[in-house]
């Protein structure tokens, strides 16, 4: 199993941007599909941000295209998730996850094909 340990997150004003980073040790991280989904209080679990073991694939929940970028490095073990104009929409827990198996070249958003997940990192978006 990979243990991920997501940072990053804060308080940013409305239009502002910030960059999550979550780094990942245990498993070959490299071999695995990164995810980002975010929850709110009282909310259910979205789909924010995949991108396929090689960095070849990505795909992006509706509401954040063409505003959130996910990147990784798999030298350094760490996936990232650059966020910009971002409104009070947006404040949520963000949370990393890897695919079950590895050299899956699939980017899904259906939380069930993840299989490790980050605690979590809070983002507030003040208005």
């Known amino acids: 199993q990979v243990l991920l340990v997501e940072s990053g997150g804060g308080l940013v004003q409305s239009g502002g941007s910030l960059r999550l980073s979550c780094a990942a040790s245990?498993?070959?991280?490299?071999?695995?599909?990164m995810a980002w989904f975010r929850q709110a209080p009282g909310k259910e679990r979205e789909f924010v941000a995949a991108?396929?073991?090689?960095?070849?694939?990505?795909n992006y929940g509706d509401s954040v295209k063409g505003r959130f970028a996910i990147s990784r490095d798999n030298a350094k073990n760490t996936g990232y998730l650059q966020m910009n104009s971002l409104t009070p929409e947006n404040t949520s827990t963000y949370y990393c996850?890897?695919?079950?198996?590895?050299?899956?070249?699939?980017?899904?958003?259906?939380?069930?094909?993840?299989?490790?997940w980050g605690q979590g990192t809070q983002v507030t978006v003040s208005s």
């Open positions: 996850s890897t695919d079950r198996f590895p050299y899956r070249d699939v980017v899904s958003g259906d939380p069930s094909m993840y299989g490790s």
């Open positions: 245990g498993r070959i991280f490299g071999s695995y599909t």
């Open positions: 991108i396929s073991w090689s960095g070849g694939r990505t």
